[in-house]
T-cell receptor, first 113, second 112 residues
Framework: GAVVSQHPSRVICKSGTSVKIECRSL??????MFWYRQFPKQSLMLMATSNEGSKATYEQGVEKDKFLINHASLTLSTLTVTSAHPEDSSFYIC?????????FGPGTRLLVL | DQQVKQNSPSLSVQEGRISILNCDYTNSMFDYFLWYKKYPAEGPTFLIS?????DKNEDGRFTVFLNKSAKHLSLHIVPSQPGDSAVYFC???????????FGTGTRLKVLA
């Protein structure tokens, strides 16, 4: 149980385009989901907390207009990287809260050329 | 300001021996702690957790110890197996929230 999926697993896009990443809880409903970013050989940095039916809460230093988060249902949250630039290239990971624990998706590797 | 630290970036252990991974934190508002295992290009996998009201939690080969006065927790894996080779992250949760702060990770290599 507590399985979280992410799609796509990897994406390459041109600078200036937008990319949408989906995070789904497959066997449970998640009121709260989280989006993280991980740079090579570094820790997971929380970007935002996504609550179903309300606006996301962004961490300090994360541009909300750059990283649009939508949590329209209890099983789906999306992260859209708008007008992507090479510095947005990273590994993006979502998690979903189930009882007392966050369960993570497999991650999405984004490369912006 | 790194509120959760794992001071050992890597650790090598012989198969069958004990692996001890350490984690220190600075914020006394953390009340729940977790350990995750992560392979490259994959999401973290939950291993074990502990509430701040406990000092030990055990699950099979994995035991987590919490020393609140020292703001220190550790993960013991015994016996260690080659399949345990991965990066291990500790995470701390703020009281009253679901928000985690992750440590910097320790790469464990279990040698056959």
């Amino acid at each position: 149980g507590a399985v979280v999926s992410q799609h796509p697993s990897r994406v390459i896009c041109k600078s200036g385009t937008s990319v949408k990443i989906e995070c789904r809880s497959l066997d449970f409903q998640a009121t709260t989901m989280f989006w993280y970013r991980q740079f090579p050989k570094q820790s997971l940095m929380l970007m935002a907390t996504s609550n179903e039916g309300s606006k996301a809460t962004y961490e300090q230093g994360v541009e909300k207009d750059k990283f649009l988060i939508n949590h329209a249902s209890l099983t789906l949250s999306t992260l859209t990287v708008t007008s992507a630039h090479p510095e947005d290239s990273s590994f993006y990971i979502c998690s979903a809260q189930y009882q007392e624990t966050q369960y993570f998706g497999p991650g999405t590797r984004l490369l912006v050329l | 300001d790194q509120q959760v630290k794992q001071n050992s970036p890597s650790l090598s252990v012989q198969e069958g021996r004990i692996s001890i991974l350490n984690c220190d934190y600075t914020n006394s508002m953390f009340d729940y702690f977790l350990w995750y295992k992560k392979y490259p290009a994959e999401g973290p996998t939950f291993l074990i957790s502990i509430s701040s009201i406990k000092d030990k939690n055990e699950d099979g080969r994995f035991t987590v110890f919490l020393n609140k006065s020292a703001k220190h927790l550790s993960l013991h894996i015994v016996p260690s197996q080659p399949g345990d080779s991965a990066v291990y992250f500790c995470a701390a949760q703020f009281s009253g929230t679901y928000k985690y702060i992750f440590g910097t990770g320790t790469r464990l290599k279990v040698l056959a």
